[in-house]
T-cell receptor, first 117, second 113 residues
């Protein structure tokens, strides 16, 4: 069973640019969530996708957008990058509704470290 | 989701038992308590979850008193590899991870030789 993978591992961009981060969910998972983790802080929820539809969003501006594809892989897009967007971006997948599994258990990837200069 | 309060950091030595307490005074009736562990440069990893009393698995134990306003994560006989940040989360139970997770700042545990 393959776990959650993310690409790229590291990325350096300049202010004002756009970036796309990618995530492959764990096999059998149809729900993906994205989190932003600034240095020394806990992860902050950006949004969640379930079966290609956004079904929850945290306190992030519209320039943070996402997609989920039919194979349940996902992208996080950030436009007009700002210096404060520098962070570790985490993707987490989960089985979604149905079946028996642990409540509130999400499976995280290793993250993409984004640096905005 | 209920706000949680936990110590910023803790230190321990190899072989000792470590107890990390989390306060969640505003926990709701349908809220569960979940703990995650995060190593440097990795994503968080689910450790344990409970609703009341005691839960034990191969990694840790979770103690929850009757009023559920706090919980204690217990790590038996820690090793250097247990050095990590531990997050206490409180929120409604949605099966399949169909829920946003609200992380605080966590507790940074350092295990020394």
């Amino acid at each position: 069973e393959t776990g959650v993978t993310q690409s790229p591992t590291h990325l350096i961009k300049t202010r004002g640019q756009q970036v796309t981060l990618r995530c492959s969910s764990q096999s059998g998972h149809n729900t993906v969530s994205w989190y932003q983790q600034a240095l020394g802080q806990g992860p902050q929820f950006i949004f969640q996708y379930y079966r290609e539809e956004e079904n929850g969003r945290g306190n992030f501006p519209p320039r943070f957008s996402g997609l989920q594809f039919p194979n349940y892989s996902s992208e996080l897009n950030v436009n007009a990058l700002e210096l404060d967007d520098s962070a570790l971006y985490l993707c987490a997948s989960s089985p979604g509704t149905g079946g028996s599994f642990t409540y509130n258990e999400q499976f995280f990837g290793p993250g993409t470290r984004l640096t905005v200069l | 989701l209920a706000k949680t309060t936990q110590p910023i950091s803790m230190d321990s030595y190899e072989g000792q038992e470590v107890n990390i307490t989390c306060s969640h005074n505003n926990i709701a009736t349908n809220d569960y308590i979940t703990w995650y562990q995060q190593f440097p440069s990795q994503g968080p990893r689910f450790i344990i979850q409970g609703y009341k009393t005691k839960v034990t698995n191969e990694v840790a134990s979770l103690f929850i008193p009757a009023d559920r306003k706090s919980s204690t994560l217990s790590l038996p006989r820690v090793s250097l590899s247990d050095t990590a940040v531990y997050y206490c989360l409180v929120g409604a139970a949605f099966s399949g991870g169909y829920n946003k997770l609200i992380f605080g700042a966590g507790t940074r545990l350092a295990v020394h030789p």
